[in-house]
């Protein structure tokens, strides 16, 4: 009687048994605790990389010239019934000009670059000029570099759909690099596309930041 007791509550393995589902249990809940520890750090850099391929704006306009050079470009657009938006007035209804890069002055690092976007489109044409304010480096012709890119809806990608080099010969040049039009849809007309001449500047601003004509 006494001998089924001892059966009863005690292992007849010396314990062993009981060891090993001691040790079973804590790598179990080492593991959980690992796998509770490092779920954060799972997701991030998919999600990280989704974010980085998204640029604000729908119609978005960049401008680039040598990074060597200390000259000042200025980008000028305007949208359909909107006022031109330039380093004077850097915002619109449509458009906005993130920073006036003022050459080699200001900046941190020795990027030559302007860009203006769109929050938005709606259809009509629109005008891209780029305009030699300040020629540090006495350096000519000065090549700039003209990107447009697209992103019809919230949900589509941008897309680049145009692209040329223009020349500045002078100080105080403005060149329309092109005209383009836009569907209601976001969609651009290809046969829209042309570069006349169009003004963006106004003539009384002169070739000062101070808007006062020379
Ligand atoms: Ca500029
Ligand atoms: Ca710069």
Do not use: C
């Not at 978005?60 to 050079?69: A, M, R």
């Not at 020349?167 to 596309?193: C, K, N, Q, Y």
């Not at 963006?200 to 006062?212: A, C, K, T």
């Amino acid at each position: 009687m006494s001998r089924m007791r001892n059966d009863r509550w005690f292992d007849n393995d010396g314990g062993t048994g009981m060891l090993m589902r001691d040790m079973i249990t804590l790598a179990l809940l080492g593991f959980v605790a690992m796998v509770i520890l490092l779920l954060p750090h799972i997701n991030p850099p998919a999600k990280q990389a989704k974010d980085d391929i998204v640029p604000p704006g729908n119609v978005i306009v960049e401008i680039t010239w040598p990074d060597s050079l200390d000259i000042d470009v200025d980008l000028w657009v305007e949208a359909p019934g909107d006022v031109p938006v330039g380093y004077s007035n850097q915002g619109g209804v449509l458009f906005n000009l993130l920073r006036d890069d003022l050459g080699h002055q200001g900046d941190a690092t020795n990027i030559n670059y302007e860009t203006a976007y769109t929050r938005g489109i709606v259809p009509g044409e629109y005008t891209v000029n780029v305009h030699l304010f300040r020629n540090g480096a006495n350096t000519y012709p000065v090549p700039v570099i003209v990107v447009l890119s697209l992103k019809s809806s919230k949900e589509a990608r941008t897309k680049q759909i145009l692209k040329t080099t223009v020349e500045l010969h002078e100080t105080g040049e403005e060149i329309t690099a092109f005209r383009f039009s836009l569907t209601p849809e976001g969609t651009l007309i290809d046969s829209s596309v042309h570069s006349l001449t169009k003004k963006l500047r106004s003539p009384m601003m002169g070739n000062s930041r101070g808007d006062e004509p020379n």
